[in-house]
């Protein structure tokens, strides 16, 4: 197999809680719409007859067959014993130069791992992270890490918050990114032992840092990066998407009620439209796991056919854009990467004893 | 002074980021309408003219003179030299046998401070909680703790655990509340290590267990209580409130762009009002600090009039039902507490060295 001329992304057809059924037309749709070349990898023949119904007129599309598929709730110590995974197979895409970036919408854990020990990491970063780039009252939202790392250091945030900088000019085009980190005050020393000594270290780089910021400044844009631990993040995210979705169900039942009501909803339906299509993380598409050596996105688990297209949609712009060689740059630029870092010592440990990271599943 | 007949509520009135004028108007809102009794604390001067604009026909009300007030921002080495402030001098009334309660929209560091040196904590107990009784689309939740203790060792989480039980079926009837542990994945094993050794001294316990839980199952209406560390739920809490009002402001100006939808909008009007009512959190008042030999709640900082209302009269409910007393008998009949704990050995410990616990100001 060749690699295609276009920007090429390998696409773990298994992942999601709906497989290739969902993953399948979804990326074709981005493809078509970003003339990206797709690598579909799983069973191919469980592949295979979505593709056949599908339109492909235009899109370079291969299949690579995996016979494996890592579950949401295999733990890392199992996917060991898994030897040919599909997530793991479209990391080797990226490796062998046949696929520009990698997207999944599978067990995140597994992304990580298969990740970091299928591309290695961007020297100096010790943890790659996953940002969630959200929709805010004004522009877009950085929040790192939502979900790769739980037990973190401090060193870890301040790496996190340099790479969520880098990618906020590149992608997000903000000249100077305002970075704060996640905290439960305004004030220095309000916090979490791991966040006060994080803001220490926030507060001597180069970095706009504006300090702790609160949960209720996270949906208000007046911030562009928000650093915290992926266990934080996680919940942080997982808990506005189910009130939005509350909130949007509660409204539909109040806004049934009565006629008058009724009527107006009716009449509103335009406005209803452009608000659900704001609060709709389908939108955003996948997650950045950031600090590889190559361009990764996760998806939600829970993804449908909209969340793939837009996933895939930001890998090819990622591709595109160079963005994983001006992280790289952007930090290599920043020497301050270097002043808290262990290096590679703890790289070549977690390698020695086969340790994987602990992450979340979705 | 002589205790007044009626239930007693004892009122930070300098608390929170407005002070007297909306803590006067609020707290005597509630006392008329549940025939409660009042003691404000705090600046004598600036109280009375609050009271004397007021109509407070048919309430007891009694002011305390405090000279000094605690700043949100002010830190625990801070608040020690501060010897005459409105909200110790709050749970004075109490240990006094003055009043049965305190509410305070201020620090909620300085609350939980001045709480457990004053009243003391419940036997067994380590660390008191601030549980929030959140709204959901079925019934109330309770979320604990959201700011009292940002740095817990696992057996702290338990005890929030046990509380937050006693508290979903004494106050929200609940007859076997289904208690989870905010992770970040459903899986037995997901989490950090603290969420993972909570997860089986829980699982272990006679509550109903029902394991992880995610951010977005709070607000889905399907749990009773959902445990966390003070950080966590901090962020989980403000977050939510950013969330809701961020998503109540889109809404506003996507339904007021074209004259169909503002048509629709003043059609809709009433719907609007119940939705607003039912996302409000000023609706559901203060936050209960559970653990500590008395009834205490804590209000939002940015609290207006409605919130302080809400939460003095929450707190005249818990004192009629005797909430605390049942807090007490509900742990005491539930041997498990002594299990993991460590006594009284830590509370002296803390007590001798003055430390005052790290919390949150909000």
Redesign the interface.
Known sequence: MNKPSRPCIAVDAMGGDFGPQVVVPGALNAAKANALSLVFVGREEEIRPHLDQADTTGVEVDVVDAREVVA??D?PSQLRRKQDTSIQKAFLQVKKGRADGVVSAGNSGASLACGMFTLGRIKGIERPALASILP??KNPLVLIDV?AN??CKARHLFQFGLMADVLAKDVLQIESPRVGI????E?E?????L?RDAYTMLSRSSLNFVGNI???????GDIDVAV?????G??????????????S???KR?????V??K??????????R??AK??DYAEYGGAPLLGLNGIALVCHGASNAKSISSAVAMAGTFVDNNANEHLVQGLTRNKELSLYGRGNGEASEAAASQELPKA???
């Open positions: 949401m709730s733990k805010t009252e979900g739980v037990d996640l905290s439960i005050g004030e020393g309000k916090g979490n032992a966040v609160e949960g209720r400044d996270i949906f208000g915290c631990d992926g266990f934080v996680n919940v942080a995210l997982k808990i506005s998407e189910g009130l939005a979705h509350s909130l169900r509660i409204l109040e806004l049934t009620t009565g008058m009501a009527l107006g909803c009716l009449l509103a339906r335009d406005g209803f452009r608000f704001r609060v979340s599943s979705s």
